[in-house]
C-alpha cells in the first residue's frame, strides 16, 4: 500500500529535549515536506526537499533541522523544544507538483 | 510572499444542497491547484486537482479553475453530512514544490 509514516503520532516532551519525528515514503516520490498546523494559522510548510541531499527552508523553519540521506526518509529534528513548537506536525510527499500524501500526522507538545 | 486566501467559514448548508467553497490566490505564475478535505485532528485527504481553466467534474464534486481572475472554487452537490470537514485549498507553482495552502474553510452540513 502507497503511504507516508510518521511516528511517533503522539509525544509529549520537556523543553531542551532534543526530539526527532520520523518520516518515510514507499512511493518512490522526490519531493518531501514538513509542515505545521495550528489553530486558525493553517498549514505552513517547515522545510522541503526535491531530492537527497537537497533541502531547502519553507515558512517557519526557525528551530528545525532536516535532513535526506534516502530517498524514502526525511526526519524532522527538534535541536532545543520549546513550548511554541508545541503543534500538529504533517509530512508530505509528491512527485514535482503534483498532489501531496499526507501522513497520519504527529502531534507534539512541549511542556 | 504568495498568499492563498480562503473565507474561515464556518459555511453551513442544509444536507441536499450545493456547498460553494471559494479560494483566491496571489502567484500569477501558480500551475497546479489541489483541493483537500480535513477532518479534525486527522491529515488532509485529496479531493480533486486541477490544472487548466474551466470544470472538472468528479462525482459529487467540481472544481473550477479561473487564472486570469486567480481563483478557484470546489462545488460540492446532493451535501451530506459526512462532508462536514475543513476544505483546503493548495496551490503550486510549476518550479519546486512549495505548495502553498490556504487558511481552510469549514464546512458545515445539517442533516
Known amino acids: 500500500e502507497a503511504q507516508v509514516t510518521q511516528n511517533p503520532r503522539y509525544l509529549i516532551t520537556v523543553t531542551g529535549k532534543k526530539l526527532t519525528v520520523t518520516c518515510s515514503q514507499n512511493m518512490n516520490h522526490e519531493y518531501m515536506s514538513w509542515y505545521r498546523q495550528d489553530p486558525g494559522l493553517g498549514l505552513r510548510q517547515i522545510y522541503y526537499s526535491m531530492n537527497v541531499e537537497v533541502t531547502d527552508k519553507g515558512d517557519v523553519p526557525e528551530g528545525y533541522k532536516v535532513s535526506r540521506k534516502e530517498k524514502r526518509n526525511f526526519p524532522l529534528i527538534l535541536e532545543s523544544p520549546s513550548p511554541n513548537q508545541t503543534s500538529l506536525y504533517f509530512c508530505?510527499?509528491?512527485?514535482?507538483?503534483?498532489?501531496?500524501?499526507f501522513g497520519q500526522g504527529t502531534r507534539l507538545t512541549v511542556v | 510572499q504568495k498568499e492563498v486566501e480562503q473565507n474561515s467559514g464556518p459555511l453551513s448548508v442544509p444536507e441536499g444542497a450545493i456547498a460553494s467553497l471559494n479560494c483566491t490566490y496571489s502567484d500569477r505564475g501558480s500551475q497546479s491547484f489541489f483541493w483537500y478535505r480535513q477532518y479534525s485532528g486527522k491529515s488532509p485527504e485529496l479531493i480533486m486537482s486541477i490544472y487548466s481553466n474551466g470544470d472538472k467534474e468528479d462525482g459529487r464534486f467540481t472544481a473550477q479553475l479561473n487564472k486570469a481572475s486567480q481563483y478557484v472554487s470546489l462545488l460540492i452537490r446532493d451535501s451530506q453530512p459526512s462532508d462536514s470537514a475543513t476544505y483546503l485549498c493548495a496551490v503550486n507553482e510549476n518550479a519546486g514544490n512549495m505548495l502553498t495552502f490556504g487558511g481552510g474553510t469549514r464546512l458545515m452540513v445539517k442533516p
Open positions: 508530505a510527499s509528491s512527485l514535482s507538483n503534483t498532489e501531496a500524501f
